[in-house]
Nanobody, 121 residues
Framework: QVRLIESGGGLVQAGGSLRLSCKAV?????MAWFRQTPENQQQEFIA????????NYANSLKGRSTISRHNGKNTLYLEMNSLKPEDTAVYFC?????????????????WGQGTQVTVSS
């Protein structure tokens, strides 16, 4: 059974930076970050890191976000810089047993509980 445990959310001022963590328990996984706002109930893709080493970024956030993983700790990270108020959302970690770093939420079987990120202006 796969469990995902996110941490690192919080309140940050515009222009600041944040690092989110997602610890996975169980399995060899492709992992990704998505986010969701109250205004948009769809999961917005941010970045993915597959267990074969490929990385995929959303064009809208490329340059402001960096995804990485520590395989020994089975932990995925997301660093975001130059944060804007519109980055305010609940950020979710997702995982899949597939090897493709997909941008589609439907490709991910496992989801964390989400962590709130609020960017103040």
């Amino acid at each position: 059974q796969v469990r995902l445990i996110e941490s690192g959310g919080g309140l940050v001022q515009a222009g600041g930076s944040l690092r989110l963590s997602c610890k996975a328990v169980g399995g060899r996984l492709t992992m990704a970050w998505f986010r969701q706002t109250p205004e948009n109930q769809q999961q917005e893709f941010i970045a993915a890191n597959s267990w074969v080493g490929s990385v995929n970024y959303a064009n809208s956030l490329k340059g402001r976000s960096t995804i990485s993983r520590h395989n020994g700790k089975n932990t995925l990270y997301l660093e975001m810089n130059s944060l804007k108020p519109e980055d305010t959302a609940v950020y979710f970690c997702a995982a899949s047993t597939d090897h493709i770093a997909s941008d589609r939420p439907a490709q991910y079987e496992y989801w964390g509980q989400g962590t709130q990120v609020t960017v103040s202006s």
